[in-house]
């Protein structure tokens, strides 16, 4: 299995959606360094296949990263992609359960990211989902999140959906979701991660929250964060970064 193969395969799905995918990570990348200084502890929060890890691990090569997702597929999409990097530590949790985090040491992290992933969250998990990042870093640590934060301005909202849909429909040879998942599908190697994610997930219901930055802000200052603010954005697509 090539491993490599796929979690390149999973990035150029996900530019599908979000074109500009690659600046939100640099953006990201940029940011942490200048947190950590060249070393540290960074949890990558909703991980899947790695993207972030990676770009983290070539952008901040001592850094020790911590990566936690809940889905078995591409979970095991990175812990190929990365064998036999001993700074990489992946653990399967779900952001739901309200004891993620009991066997992660409070205050043990100088980072937290995470990317196009707490937008699946009810309002109420992810309100409890940032007091526990805030428990989990240190005095003086970030957390940096890039997602789907519109625009409260729908005008322009609109324009940049035209500006990403004209996107999708040019950038036709790439995978869409239900194309990448198809294919993974037919690999053998993953028949038992596939089962098994169709067990945890089948009947859960889809779920969608995604308000304005100004409301990421104020409830990222409630948990416990001395300060937030907008990094990046391309139309809706946003990094947010909280200091505590």
Not at 98 to 110: H, I, K, R, T, V
Not at 127 to 146: E, K, Q, S, T
Not at 166 to 171: D, K, L, Q
């Amino acid at each position: 299995m090539d491993w490599k193969f796929w979690l390149r395969r999973w990035d150029r799905q996900q530019e599908r959606y979000l074109p500009f995918r690659e600046q939100s990570f640099n953006a990201m990348v940029q940011c942490v360094a200048e947190g950590v200084r060249g070393r540290g502890r960074a949890l990558d929060l909703a991980c899947g296949c790695g993207s972030v890890t990676e770009r983290l691990l070539k952008g901040i090569p001592e850094l020790q990263v911590v990566g936690v997702d809940i889905d078995p597929v591409l979970l095991k999409i990175a812990r190929g992609a990365f064998g036999g990097d001993e700074r990489v530590r992946w653990m399967e949790r779900d952001l739901r359960d309200p004891d993620w985090a009991a066997d992660l040491e409070p205050e043990s992290f100088d980072a937290v990211v995470t990317a196009t992933a707490l937008h699946w969250l009810e309002e109420s998990v992810l309100l409890r989902v940032y007091r526990d990042v805030a428990a989990l870093l240190r005095p003086g640590g970030i957390f940096v999140n890039a997602d789907h934060m519109p625009l409260e301005n729908r005008v322009f909202s609109d324009a940049g959906r035209r500006l990403y849909d004209e996107w999708f429909e040019a950038s036709a040879d790439r995978d869409d979701w239900e194309g990448w998942w198809e294919a993974i599908s037919k690999e053998e190697v993953m028949e038992e991660a596939l089962a098994e994610r169709e067990r945890r997930f089948g009947r859960r219901k889809t779920h969608e929250f995604m308000p304005p930055a100004s409301w990421h802000i104020q409830h990222i200052s409630n948990a416990g964060f001395s300060s937030a603010e907008i990094l990046w954005r391309s139309f809706d697509e946003a990094v947010l970064a909280a200091w505590k």
